[in-house]
């Protein structure tokens, strides 16, 4: 077992712990059945487990560190991201991209939900994806050939959050979508007024 999938199993077991005992918590407060055990006893406890988190570095940077390499990997799983860069990612072509502008976009991949934390930008032969730096865990940089990349204009929203997707329609917030032909379950909505200033459109042969 890798230590990545370790360090998952780890904190899925822990979340599980903490949801368990909120539920019990609330349960009791709801129906006035006594805690099987004193709820300041619970809330030092606790307390005393934060505490030591955090007054330990030793402890606390590595699994802060840790978890936050986690979650961008599976962020890049959940959004399609990795398996885009099983086929496209730029290191392999060995692309220069200095002089590439790339502008910091915000919508969602996937179900999961981003704002600012990936760039997009384009060359004449293709469309270019980073993530930020704090954002890279499992992000490698993509190069996607125009061949197999399609766009669906003034599309309406599908973020994961009902809430977001009830703002979208109050304010009439329009997305590009992203599609790769030869990946259909990579689906990228950039807010429309976000696309607009990358000024990828101009780049796209045929625009």
Not at 39 to 66: N, Q, S
Not at 92 to 109: F, Q
Not at 148 to 153: D, I, L, P, T
């Amino acid at each position: 077992m890798t230590e990545a999938k370790r360090l998952k199993g780890l904190t899925g077991v822990a979340l599980r712990v903490a949801h368990v005992a909120i539920f019990l918590v609330w349960v009791c407060a709801v129906f006035a059945v006594p805690l099987p055990f004193p709820l300041d006893v619970l809330a030092y406890w606790m307390l005393r487990g934060v505490e030591f988190l955090l007054l330990t570095p030793a402890v606390f940077v590595p699994l802060f560190v840790g978890m936050w390499l986690l979650i961008g990997r599976v962020f890049a799983k959940r959004s399609g991201w990795s398996r885009l860069a099983r086929d496209y990612t730029l290191k392999e072509t060995g692309r220069d991209i200095t002089d590439v502008k790339l502008t910091p976009i915000s919508g969602s991949a996937g179900g999961v939900s981003f704002a600012r934390a990936y760039l997009i930008g384009a060359t004449q032969e293709g469309l270019v994806l980073k993530a930020k730096l704090l954002f890279k865990s499992g992000h490698p940089a993509l190069f996607i050939p125009w061949a197999v990349v399609h766009f669906v204009e003034n599309d309406s929203s599908k973020q994961p959050s009902l809430v977001s997707r009830m703002l979208d329609r109050v304010f009439k917030t329009e997305y590009t979508t992203i599609q790769v032909t030869t990946h259909p379950e990579f689906d990228m909505q950039i807010r429309q007024s976000d696309f607009e200033r990358t000024g990828v459109s101009m780049l796209i042969p045929g625009q």
